[in-house]
Structures are given as structure tokens and as C-alpha cells.
């Protein structure tokens, strides 16, 4: 089944802590994904960041709102366990239990509005209507403003002629740690003069191997026989290692060529490229700056009394 939205695990939870016993996150974890016969590859479903999975940030933040609620406590590090407030509300209350049913309680409105100092949780939580938590409000959002980000750098890169793509292509090369200097990796670009080859670049500083290159700013598909030009320059010179990039993409056929050929070659499609250019700070500028932090629980690891 999908994996519950953090405001379905609330009465779930309650109910699987409702002996009194201390339960441990881990634990605790197990018997969530058990109860909704998770499988491991929806245990295993990240974020977008590709930082956490998206079953433990729910639990977290089901976690979080009871705990803001008063329903549980949490004695010792990452292990919780029921309060009298949540047993009443689970003996009192037989429907589903969410925010809507939380906010009766003076303390969560006071988690809710910020005013709450305990243990310095993050008080930025969505709406009763909502059942994303807000890293993946932030996550999903900053993956949909990458997309569109994505396909602006596509549409600027059609316009471009090809001398200024090459010129682009090295520049993320070297931004991504290839080709020493910008100087000496540009004076490269379209030197050699040898058929299916724009350009050579080193794959490090030192220049102990070198990188072939070959950039197409193409509308249409790139398929197999340009990939075989490409490969039969690399074995002209004796290369070993070449990127071919494009502003478009690779046919099928061009993909499995280039993967059960002899000479390594890295296939760079238009999205890709595009990508690697947010990432490395190509064509782009920054327009705003998010920073999220949590507890640090070994800071304060031994204060206990």
C-alpha cells in the first residue's frame, strides 16, 4: 500500500505505545511498516535531497506533532513513550486522529504557532488540509523550481550557435574539476582537426590522461551512427576515454552502443547537461538561499543528570 502521510501514523503510533512501555525509534519504525505492509523498496523511497527516506520523516513528524500535543514524551534520546493525556484522548476518541484533533490541547497551539520552546523542534508545520511534511513541501518545491530551471537553460541552449555550446561544454568541464585552467582546456576546442572530435580536455590538473570530447547542440535525436563516428575517432588517436554531449538527447540504440563498446564514453543528454549546469554554477545565478538545520544530539550527549 503507498506509504501513509504523517497524519495517518498519529493514532497509529499512540496505539502501538498505548502499554506505557518505552519504545526506541528503530523499533518503533519496524512495527509502522509492518502494520501498513510497507514494502522495502517504500521503506526505502528517499526525499528528493536523497538524504532521508520518505517513511522515516513521516514517523518523525507524526512524532513531533503528538509529542507538541503532549500525547508522548520522550524520557530518554530517539525513545518515546505514551502519556495519560494520550491514553485518555485514544479511550475517548475512536476515529482518526490528526491535527484537526490536536489542536483542542493549549500546548499545540502553541507548538503550532512557534511560542513553544521545547527542545528547539522546528514549529513550521503545514495545515490541516495538507499531507506532506515540510521538508518535503521544501524538497518537492525545489525539485519542481529545478525543472523549470532546467528546461529555461534548454531553451537558451537552441539558440546558442555551436562554436559558443563547445565553449560552454568546457566551461563545465573545468568548473567540474576537469582541464586545469580555463585557458588551457579552451585552447583545446575544435584543435585537433581529427573527424568526430570538437575538442580535448585533461581529465585532471596534472594532465596525466586526457578526456576526448565531441558537442552537438542538436534538436533531433543523437543516434547510434554519430556514436560510431565518435568511436572510431577515440581508436584513430589511441583514446581510451570520451564525452560526447548534446543539447538533446540519445537514441536507444546510441546508449546500448556506447555501453558494450570497448572505449569508455559518457553519454551527456540535454537534461543531464542542463543539470550538471545548476549544479556547478553555469548560466545560472543564485536568486535565493535556504539553509535547514536540526538538533545536533551529540552536542548534548552526557548533560543528562
Not at 513550521?124 to 513541501?137: K, Q
Amino acid at each position: 500500500m503507498p506509504i501513509p502521510d504523517f497524519q495517518s501514523l498519529m493514532r497509529p503510533l499512540l496505539e502501538h505505545l498505548s502499554d506505557g512501555s518505552l519504545r526506541p525509534n528503530q523499533e518503533t519504525l519496524e512495527i509502522m511498516a509492518a502494520r501498513f505492509g510497507l514494502t522495502d523498496d517504500e521503506r526505502a523511497e528517499l526525499l528528493p535531497s536523497g538524504k532521508q527516506p520518505v517513511f522515516v520523516n513521516r514517523v518523525a513528524w507524526a512524532k513531533s506533532h503528538l509529542k507538541g500535543a503532549g500525547l508522548i514524551e520522550a524520557p530518554q534520546r530517539a525513545v518515546y513513550r505514551i502519556t495519560p493525556r494520550g491514553m485518555t484522548l485514544l479511550g475517548n476518541h475512536d476515529g482518526p486522529i490528526g491535527m484537526n484533533v490536536l489542536k483542542e490541547f493549549p500546548e499545540y497551539l502553541e507548538f503550532r504557532s512557534g511560542k513553544s520552546q521545547n527542545d528547539g523542534e522546528i514549529k513550521e508545520v503545514p495545515s490541516e488540509a495538507d499531507d506532506l511534511t515540510p521538508e518535503e513541501h521544501l524538497e518537492y518545491g525545489y525539485s519542481e523550481i529545478r525543472k523549470k530551471l532546467i528546461a529555461e537553460i534548454l531553451e537558451e541552449v537552441a539558440k546558442c550557435p555551436p562554436e559558443f555550446f563547445e565553449r560552454l561544454v568546457v566551461e563545465l568541464l573545468v568548473s567540474m574539476g576537469y582541464g586545469g585552467s580555463r585557458a588551457d582546456a579552451g585552447r583545446a576546442v575544435g584543435k585537433s582537426g581529427d573527424g568526430g572530435i570538437d575538442g580535448i580536455i585533461k581529465e585532471d590538473r596534472l594532465g596525466l590522461d586526457v578526456i576526448y570530447i565531441q558537442a552537438k547542440r542538436w534538436e533531433g535525436t543523437v543516434g547510434r551512427p554519430e556514436i560510431q563516428k565518435f568511436a572510431g575517432a577515440l581508436q584513430g588517436v589511441r583514446a581510451r576515454k570520451g564525452i560526447f554531449l548534446t543539447s538533446s538527447s540519445f537514441s536507444a540504440e546510441a546508449v546500448r552502443y556506447a555501453a558494450n563498446i570497448e572505449n569508455k564514453i559518457i553519454l551527456v543528454d540535454g537534461s543531464t547537461l542542463a543539470g550538471l549546469m545548476v549544479d556547478h554554477d553555469v548560466g545560472v545565478t543564485r536568486a535565493q538561499k535556504y539553509e535547514i538545520k536540526r538538533l545536533d544530539s551529540d552536542y548534548f550527549q552526557g548533560t543528562e543528570q
